[in-house]
């Protein structure tokens, strides 16, 4: 699938396509139950604002992007890594492999090209493909974490500690942040927390795009950002956060970039 990419800031965004399909047997549930708090009159306007989001028998279908912008005052930066390869720690319920590679090189970009690599979070769906046979795949690049990701990560364990992010800090490509960072005059990073303790989101401008991460999962969180998560570590505290940036985006009439929405941009306002 191919999408065109926009200029915001004089930043291209280019959406990278990476998977597309339903969530896997390990984490499927029925959406009343992935989504708590969706009334059945909200679905039936979802279903008819964007089908792409739902297959034949009504089951959620992700959309895996990853996002590549290019600065030409500033460093070419990958948001997020996607499903990885067969066998990766998200190959137990994503679509893998993932197209990333694929799509990178249709760009012009080579892995060797990335400067940096923000990681909106650990889970698996969208760090995987930061590793490719134990060695990183964007050897020159910087990798950023939040602080506070990293610790929750360390505690949990898993395959994404033990096959991603050790191998990223054995290369010494891993570095960690508190707080907000600035990557350029126009581009930074921000916490967003509550889907996973360190969540983090890229912001372009004066909120006039924001790569949002898993802020935002589904359409119907669109329509009404009140709308939970089952996979929320902190429900409350990614509504609240949901909330908030779609409030600021909307003030600045600006647009999404959203991993999991079939359409990757969203235009608000």
């Not at 191919?2 to 291209?12: D, F, W």
């Not at 994503?94 to 923000?118: E, M, N, R």
């Not at 600021?248 to 999991?260: D, K, N, S, W």
């Amino acid at each position: 699938m191919h999408e065109k990419p926009r200029i915001v800031s004089g930043v291209e965004v280019i959406p990278l396509c990476d998977a597309v399909g339903p969530m896997g047997e390990a984490l499927r549930r029925p959406l009343d139950e992935t989504f708590p708090g969706a009334r059945p009159a909200l679905w039936e306007r979802t279903r008819a604002d964007a089908p792409a989001a739902f297959g034949p028998d009504g089951e959620w279908v992700l959309h895996f992007h990853c996002f590549l912008l290019r600065d030409p005052m500033g460093p070419t930066v990958l948001v997020d890594t996607g499903v990885g390869a067969d066998g990766s720690p998200a190959s137990s319920w994503a679509p893998v492999p993932g197209g990333l590679p694929g799509a990178l090189q249709k760009s012009g970009i080579a892995p060797d090209d990335i400067d940096t690599v923000v990681l909106t979070h650990l889970h698996s769906d969208h760090a995987s493909g930061a590793v490719n046979d134990g060695e990183p795949l964007f050897a020159n690049a910087r990798h950023l974490v939040q602080e506070d990701e990293l610790a929750w990560l360390e505690a949990e364990g898993g395959d994404v500690l033990t096959q991603v992010v050790n191998p990223l800090r054995e290369a010494d490509r891993l570095e960690s942040l508190q707080g907000e960072e600035r990557l350029s005059d126009g581009l930074r990073v921000i916490p967003t927390p509550g889907h996973t303790p360190g969540h983090q989101s890229v912001v372009l401008g004066e909120d006039e795009l924001v790569v949002t991460g898993d802020i935002i999962h589904h359409p119907v969180q669109l329509a009404d950002p009140s709308v939970t998560y089952l996979y929320d570590e902190d429900s409350a505290q990614a509504a609240a956060a949901r909330t908030a940036l779609l409030a600021r985006v909307r003030q600045a009439r600006g647009t999404l970039a959203t991993p999991h929405l079939p359409d990757p941009f969203t235009e608000l306002g």
